[in-house]
């Protein structure tokens, strides 16, 4: 019903999920299942992350905007997570909307590795190195490629258990690593600083 | 210096060669290698993260870190948001209602949601249904992302050979997942390997899941948003859609191997092969669900694959045995030529009512009957034989003779070909149907004078069963019709000529049987139309096309019955080919029917003809003897005068003399004697008159009975000039096919046999039915037009004849003798074997005709004057 961010302005960076601040996930909603959901600081980055865990991927995730009748409604292309590979289950999904007024489903997931292309759901394989990992996901691309449709805007976010998340947001282009805000960047925590609770902290 | 050349160029050779092999294994490897990384390009969809730097500089920390970049939601002090966040964009954010409710996979979710889970967690649920243990599954992908391609090509062997032996146990622990849980998973790790690059990781065997497996693969799926046994059956259509791209797959490379511009027909092939099995239903406008309509539609479907084709050679075998087997040869081409500009034009257009139309007709009917009458024979070798080998050499020296005779045609086919020229612009079909006329009558001539004079009955029966052909046949004509003509205009110039050069010899001989046995046709007259065609045709064109052709006739014969006088462009309806025969029969006993009746016409005109003269000339002699007999009472009296005058003298003399008396005695015995001598005398002069009269007269009788037989191939090409001459009957030598069917089919002892009239009927009564088709038809005014203009085709067919009988005659002399000689053998031995019926006597003939070759020029003024004012 409500499109949450269709008539703004959208350029450059545009983040849904930073996991420094207070009440990062203020705008998902979390579903948890013999898991957990919690910011916890990183030991690479000395830095606060959401931690997200569950024995099962499909029932431990956390999805944006939380109401399921709202949408996002970004129409930035580019899709940047960057996120920790924990060398568990992950998948994630994002749901956009195409020139043809088709929503279209596309769900990664490192488990697979084939891509099979169904009419309203994409499944495909993602490989993530070990460590933190910076995904870019071309949506324009994809949809094209898989659909033969453009791509309108990005309805629905959808991360699921297993993985670690610093940041994620959409760009209008590609931007190099000195183009990024600095805030964008991953960076280690200076050491003199007082460490971190690697502790949870109320979402 | 060669040798050195030699070897050089031995050399060069061998190079070129060595490169070419080169070329050519290059291409092939390089092949082979795009082939093997070849893959399903959504295969590609593929998402990787790339390591993220992590920067150790504090100043970027710092940065990151500083406050500056975080600013409070909405004035909000508690919510710090980045200055990038969206929910900068957001003025309120709704209260998270975060419980965190499990109810996320209740399981009662909609199907498509379900079919969604299944794709999301299929691997999942297989995972835990093998009890795979996370950390390995992942590494093993790991592996396989990172060093799958190195490790594949470097083990691929190996892999290849152990998944080859590992298949079996590999199923069978699948089927028996709880013995097998910790051994096994190393093998299925190793497995997967192998089918990740085949696309499919799904390690479950379906087929060999058992209801209980499957039960619990689906109780595993429960976890994942899937009720029921959706996973069981999500991935039993999951195998189907795999089966189903594998054959597309199979033939996206079956259809790749005809790459190239070189395998256009190949890869056409494949699509008609494909397109082989598949049933395409027929257009919106042909679909229709009348079921009347459906055969209408399916025959037209047969004609519209094979239409044109087997019309065309339908044309050609009519028009072969119309005039002979060489003239259809000739016009073949033009036929087909002429079918294919028709071909282009509209159906009505063929189908219009056109002139040609009975011409067509008659050759079809013609030939068919022969056929049948041939095949007929053909079913009863022996007698044919025995026939055939009598009759054989007579047929040839026939032949011989109208070759030779042909020779003497130049001026006609100069005719011809200048008719030709002038045809070719303006196509008038007048000129044309006399040429048609004076074709047909050549080929139909011998025959018909031949059995005339047969007996009656059985000549009737096959003239019927003639007829009811050519009725049968009739519908069809009219199509072909428009064709016919246009190229007769080049056929028939060639003809004249050609015609003498081949076709007449083997033809003979296998249509002679005809006459021996003339019971059988009638038994069976469908088969023996294709054989006859076939045997016909066998050097000139297939006997596929022979055949098809027979059936469409058969066609032809029920539409014809069902409709009579209907136009052949709606005969297209097929009723089944059983009640063909029955069929079959009514049309031809109509035809025959028709054809007696005007034979018999035609006959009596004749003999009305015939009549006449012989009044005429017996007025004539009438008129002659009356002369003469006047003329003796003349003389008589003259005589009487004189002697009364002598009297008067003797009497003045006896009275002066006294001697009257033996004077008067002798005078009176002497004048007794002169009359006498004066009656003798003249009775020996009107004796000789009267011979000479009574020789004309058989000599016209003679002309007159071979007329009515024999002449009437001139007649029936003059169509009424019985007295014409019968030396002419050779020249006008009828093409090979009859004369050589009706000379040689005679079977010698039964002269009078019942066939002849039969034949004559058949052949007049071709030519009759010819004339009168149109009356029967619908168009009537193209036929009608026809049948007046024969009727002037006559009379300029009798001027032409005379003018060639003219031209002819000194050449007859010239060449008289050796005709004669070969014609009178014949003769004779028909003579003698009893034939009587066709000429009263060989040597009679014989004489008169030598005697009308001396004076040609007198009897033919003599013979034509009759005939002209008739």
């Known amino acids: 019903m409500g499109i949450m961010f269709r008539n703004t302005f959208q350029s450059g960076f ?15 909603k979390t579903t948890v299942k013999n898991g957990h959901i919690k910011r916890v600081t990183d030991e690479d980055i000395r830095s606060l992350v959401l931690d997200i865990i569950g024995r099962n991927v499909a029932t431990t995730f956390i999805v944006c905007p939380a109401d399921p009748k709202v949408s996002l409604g970004i129409k930035l292309p ?33 488990y697979q590795s084939s891509t099979h292309v169904h009419p309203f759901i994409c499944s495909m394989p993602m490989g993530l190195k070990s460590g933190w990992n910076q995904v870019q996901f071309n949506l324009v691309d994809f949809l094209h490629r898989a659909y033969g449709t453009s791509y309108v805007e990005t309805l629905k976010v959808q991360i699921h258990a297993n993985i670690r998340i610093r940041r994620i947001f959409f760009c209008d282009r590609l931007y190099s690593e000195e183009e990024i805000p600095r805030e964008y960047k991953l960076y280690v925590n200076q050491p003199n600083e007082k460490p971190t609770k690697h502790k949870t902290q109320s979402l | 210096m060669d040798r050195t050349m030699w070897h050089e160029a031995r050399k060069q050779e061998k190079k070129i060669r060595g490169m070419l092999v080169d070329y050519k294994k290059r291409a092939e490897r390089r092949r082979e290698y795009y082939e093997k990384i070849k893959a399903d390009p959504t295969q590609f969809l593929q998402l990787h993260g790339r390591p993220c730097k992590i920067h150790l500089d504090p100043s970027i920390a710092m940065a990151g870190d500083s406050p500056a970049n975080m600013m409070p939601w909405q004035g909000r002090a508690d919510i710090l948001i980045d200055r990038f966040d969206v929910r900068a964009h957001l003025d309120h954010i709704p209260e998270r209602q975060s419980s965190p409710e499990v109810s996320a996979m209740t399981g009662d979710e909609p199907l498509e949601d379900r079919q969604a889970n299944y794709e999301r967690y299929r691997i999942l649920v297989q995972n835990d249904f093998l009890g795979v243990v996370e950390e390995k599954f992942l590494h093993q992908i790991y592996l396989e992302e990172q060093f799958g391609p190195v490790g594949k090509t470097n083990t691929e062997e190996k892999k290849k050979l152990a998944e080859k032996k590992a298949a079996i146990p590999y199923n069978y622990e699948e089927s028996t997942p709880i013995e097998i849980e910790e051994k096994e998973k190393e093998d299925e790790e190793e497995e997967e390997d192998d089918d990740s690059d085949i696309d499919f990781d799904l390690n479950v065997d379906v087929t060999q899941l058992g209801p209980e497996q499957a039960h619990e693969i689906n109780s595993c799926g429960a976890a994942y948003g899937l009720c029921g046994n959706d996973f069981y059956s999500f991935l039993t259509r999951d195998l189907e859609e795999q089966e189903a791209l594998r054959l597309a797959r199979e033939q996206e490379e079956e259809k790749a191997m005809y790459s190239g511009r070189k395998s256009r027909r190949e890869r056409r092939a494949f699509r008609e092969k494909r397109l082989l099995g598949r049933k395409i239903s027929p257009p919106s406008y042909a679909a229709r669900e009348s079921p009347t309509y459906d055969p209408y539609r399916k025959s037209q479907s047969k004609s519209r694959s094979r239409s044109r084709s087997p019309v065309n050679s339908g044309q050609i075998t009519y028009i072969t045995s119309f005039g002979g087997e060489e003239e259809e040869e000739e016009e073949e081409i033009p ?90 612009s303006s196509r008038s079909p007048c000129s044309w149907r006399r040429r048609y006329s004076r074709s047909r009558s050549r080929s139909v001539s011998p025959r018909s004078q031949r059995h005339y004079r047969r007996s009656r009955d059985p000549g009737r029966e096959r003239g019927r069963e003639r007829r009811r052909r050519s009725s049968s046949l009739s519908s069809r004509g009219r199509s072909w019709s428009r064709s016919r003509s246009r190229h007769r205009s080049s056929s028939s110039s060639s003809r004249s000529s050609s015609v003498r050069s081949r076709g007449k010899r083997h033809i003979s001989p296998c249509v002679s049987p005809r006459k021996s046995s003339p019971s059988p046709p009638k038994k069976q007259p469908t088969p023996p139309i294709r054989r006859y065609y076939g045997r016909r045709k066998g050097d000139s064109s297939s006997s596929s096309s022979i055949e098809s052709d027979g059936d469409e006739t058969e066609k032809k014969v029920e539409d014809q019955k069902s409709l009579p006088v209907k136009s052949v462009g ?88 006294g001697s009257g008396s033996v004077g008067g005695g002798k005078e009176g015995s002497m004048g007794g004697k002169d009359e006498e001598n004066e009656g003798h005398s003249a009775n020996s002069r009107s004796c000789s008159r009267s011979r000479s009269h009574s020789s004309s007269r058989s000599r016209t009788q003679s002309s007159r009975s071979s007329s009515s037989s024999s002449v009437s191939s001139k007649s029936s090409r003059n169509q009424q000039s019985h007295s014409s001459s019968h030396g002419s009957r050779r020249r006008y030598s009828p093409p090979p096919n009859y004369s050589s069917n009706s000379y040689s089919s005679r079977p010698p002892p039964k002269p009078s046999g019942p066939n002849s009239y039969h034949g004559y009927h058949g052949g007049r009564g071709q030519y009759q039915h010819y004339q009168n088709y149109p009356q029967s038809s619908r168009a009537g005014h193209g036929y009608g037009g026809y049948s007046r203009m024969s009727h002037r085709d006559r009379n300029d067919y009798r001027e032409e004849y005379y ?41 009679r003939r014989s004489r008169h005709r030598r005697s009308r070759s001396l004076s040609n020029q007198r009897s033919y003024s003599h013979s034509s004057r009759p005939l002209v004012d008739y």
């Open chain 2, 570 to 657: 709606t005969g297209m309806g097929n009723t089944g080919a059983g009640i063909k025969l029955q069929v079959k029969m009514t049309p031809q006993e109509r035809l025959k029917k028709k054809m007696q009746y005007l034979l018999n016409r035609q006959y009596k005109a004749d003999k009305r003809a015939e009549k006449m003269k012989q009044e005429k000339q017996e007025q004539e002699r009438q008129d002659r003897e009356d002369e003469l007999r006047e003329m003796a009472i003349k003389l008589r009296r003259r005589e009487r005068e004189r002697r009364h005058r002598l009297q008067d003298d003797d009497d003045e003399d006896d009275e002066m003399g």
């Open chain 1, 78 to 110: 580019f899709l940047v997570m960057i996120i920790k590979n924990l060398k568990k289950y992950f998948s994630f999904e994002v749901q956009v909307l195409d020139d043809k007024d088709i929503k279209r489903r596309f769900r990664f997931s490192n």
């Open chain 2, 335 to 424: 036929k087909k030529e002429d079918s294919r500009r028709k071909g282009s034009g509209s159906q009505s257009s063929l189908s219009a009512p056109s002139g040609g139309g009975p011409s067509r007709h008659l050759s079809s009917k013609k030939s068919g009957n022969d056929g049948s009458v041939q095949g007929g024979a053909a079913s009863f070798p022996a007698p044919n034989h025995s026939v055939a080998s009598k009759s054989r050499p007579r047929s040839r020296s026939r032949s011989r003779s109208q070759t030779s005779s042909h020779t003497s045609s130049s001026k006609k086919s100069q005719q011809y070909s200048s008719h030709k020229g002038g045809r070719g």
């Open chain 2, 803 to 843: 003018n060639r009988d003219d031209y002819r005659d000194d050449r007859y002399n010239r060449n008289g003798s050796e005709y004669r000689g070969r014609d009178w053998g014949r003769e004779r031995e028909r003579g003698n074997k009893g034939s009587r019926s066709r000429s009263r006597s060989p040597d």
């Open chain 1, 14 to 28: 545009v983040s849904i999920l930073y996991s420094i601040g207070s009440k990062p996930l203020i705008a998902w």
